[in-house]
């Protein structure tokens, strides 16, 4: 994956990983830690506009209702939110930060780097979950880690062995089609 396109070969990435013996320490950490009020980034815009609002809620209600979780039930809600920040039990994970420096530009780096990374893994025959939640615990994520403050943190990604038999795995994110997001000119 670190052969992964960067304009200017900036490669904007950089890495933290978890495993072993020092995720149970992490999640340790992270257990006493309170946690941050503002997430590092804004992980969606504050005001979704068609049809992406649309997009993202029912991806979530299709995910609850695989879990069987009710729209009402909102402690069920943040308990199953909640397992991101223990990586669903994964055995490894990593961090992603970036420089606060850099743009939009080496922001599309980074999803190059994290896509070659999860197909990668995947012929390894490893399974992999991007989270960008993680920005909503990026002060302890830093401070565990010891990253410098210049970096932000973008994501975590989980890595193991996903199983096949837990509902929220059978979730299929539905896709536009072709026409919907190709305009083929001329």
Known sequence: SARAPSGGNLQPW??????????PRFLEFLHNRTPQTEPAYAIYPPSLKEP????????AEDMYALLKIPRDDKPARLAHL?????????????FCFIDRIMGPPQ????????QSFMLLAQEAGLDTCPQEAWANRADCVREFV??????????????GHANP??????????REPLD????FVG
Not at 14 to 23: A, D, F, K, L, Q
Not at 107 to 114: E, I, P, Q
Not at 180 to 183: E, I, M, N, P
Request: charge should be neutral; proline fraction near 4%.
């Open 146 to 159: 010891d990253a410098p403050e210049e970096l932000m943190l973008f994501c975590g990604m989980a890595i």
């Open 107 to 114: 922001w599309s780096d980074l999803g190059m780097f994290l």
């Open 52 to 59: 992406y609002r649309t997009s993202r809620f029912k991806l």
């Open 180 to 183: 919907h997001w190709a305009t």
């Open 82 to 94: 909640t397992r991101n920040f223990r990586f669903f039990d994964a055995p490894a994970a990593f």
């Open 14 to 23: 950089r890495i933290y990983v978890i495993n072993g013996s020092t995720m």
């Open 165 to 174: 038999g837990a509902p929220v795995n059978q979730l299929v994110a539905e």
